[in-house]
């Protein structure tokens, strides 16, 4: 029979890169994605010309800042979960020696 008086050991620290990664590259999926079915109902120049008429913006550059933001919105939907999702006992109590 487990012994559930004693303190468990909490799983090792995920490395770095493994941690970025783990929020970039499906945000970077979502935001390709997003940018794809937004531009296919709705062109940059049109848009531009909407919100700032006087801005000289082109078409390849309305497609590079929605992208961007379609990819700041989904890296920041990741990384809230990131951090909702992180083991309590590593945050919450020191880990037992050794």
């Known amino acids: ?3 559930y008086t004693a303190p468990r ?3 090792p620290p995920r490395p770095m890169a493994q941690r970025v990664g783990a929020i970039l590259w499906p945000s970077f999926f979502t935001a390709c ?3 794809m ?3 296919a109902h709705l ?3 049109e848009l531009r010309d909407l919100t ?3 801005l000289p913006l082109t078409r390849a550059l309305g497609y590079s800042i ?3 933001m379609f990819w700041l ?3 920041a939907s990741s990384l809230f979960t990131w951090i909702l999702l992180r083991p309590p006992s590593r945050f919450n109590k020191p880990l037992p020696p050794g």
């Open 1 to 3: 029979m487990p012994d």
């Open 9 to 11: 050991l909490d799983h």
């Open 33 to 35: 994605i997003c940018t």
């Open 37 to 39: 079915v937004f531009f």
């Open 43 to 45: 062109d940059p120049l």
């Open 52 to 54: 700032f008429p006087g």
């Open 66 to 68: 929605g992208f961007f």
């Open 73 to 75: 919105a989904a890296a």
